[in-house]
């Protein structure tokens, strides 16, 4: 049974760090491409980037709102995928989702873990 | 920021079929990409409930069903039940964005 389990969310001051972590079981971790996605409170869900398997190079792709703040990373020894996010904002504040994608739909999803950026 | 439009709200008596559209563009839905649609059931995260369309994933019933045609795509859902009360979401890829997109959003709910 593939589970993802998120953790590291919490109240950060804007322009603040957090560096999240994802626990993957399941399923080949290290042949998986991983994404991470946010819902705002009251709002949709965004994707934030993804990054592929080592086998593919490891690269990693982002969305426009947190290229160049946020960064994915993973230890494929350690089952786990990671989201630091640097300068933090306001409107980053939002439940962030660990999301396997076998294909290219978004197939399993963490429980989520809520990053609140306030002062 | 999503790139695929939704009705915000579609409603529905138990038994009867709606049907949720979603808008996209010559660079998304247009330009070919698969459509994908969520389901989240309040209190939990998304689950996927169709993919490349026009698929259910094992234990998606077959009340559920999608299709796409030029730059839209919709999921209908027939024979409503209240377990269906939900927030519905499409998805997709743009190639002017290089970004997974979702639609805006739409919730469902029976009467």
């Known amino acids: 049974e593939v589970q993802l389990v998120e953790s590291g969310g919490g109240l950060v001051t804007p322009g603040g760090s957090l560096r999240l972590s994802c626990a993957a079981s399941g399923f080949t971790f290290n042949s998986a491409w991983m994404n991470w996605v946010r819902q705002a409170p009251g709002k949709g869900l965004e994707w934030i980037g993804r990054i592929k398997s080592n086998f593919h190079g490891g690269t990693t792709d982002y969305a426009a709102p947190v290229r160049g703040r946020f960064s994915i990373s993973r230890d494929d020894s350690k089952t786990r995928l990671y989201l630091q996010m640097n300068s933090l904002e306001t409107d980053d504040t939002a439940v962030y989702y660990c999301?396997?994608?076998?294909?290219?739909?978004?197939?399993?999803w963490g429980q989520g873990t809520l990053v609140t950026v306030s002062s | 920021q999503s790139v695929l439009t939704q009705p915000p709200s579609v409603s529905g008596a138990p038994g009867q079929r709606v049907t949720i559209s979603c808008a996209g563009s010559?660079?998304?839905?247009?330009?070919?990409?698969?459509v994908h649609w969520y389901q989240r059931l309040p209190g939990t995260a998304p689950r996927l409930l169709i993919y490349?369309?026009?698929n259910r994933p094992s234990g998606v019933p077959d009340r559920f069903s999608g299709s796409r045609s030029g730059t839209s795509a919709s999921l209908a859902i027939s024979g409503l039940q209240p377990e269906d009360e939900a927030d519905y979401y499409c998805q997709s890829y743009d190639s002017s964005l290089s970004a997974y997109v979702f639609g805006t959003g739409t919730k469902v709910t029976v009467l």
């Open positions: 490349a369309n026009n």
């Open positions: 010559s660079s998304d839905i247009g330009a070919g990409y698969d």
């Open positions: 999301v396997y994608s076998p294909s290219n739909s978004f197939d399993y």
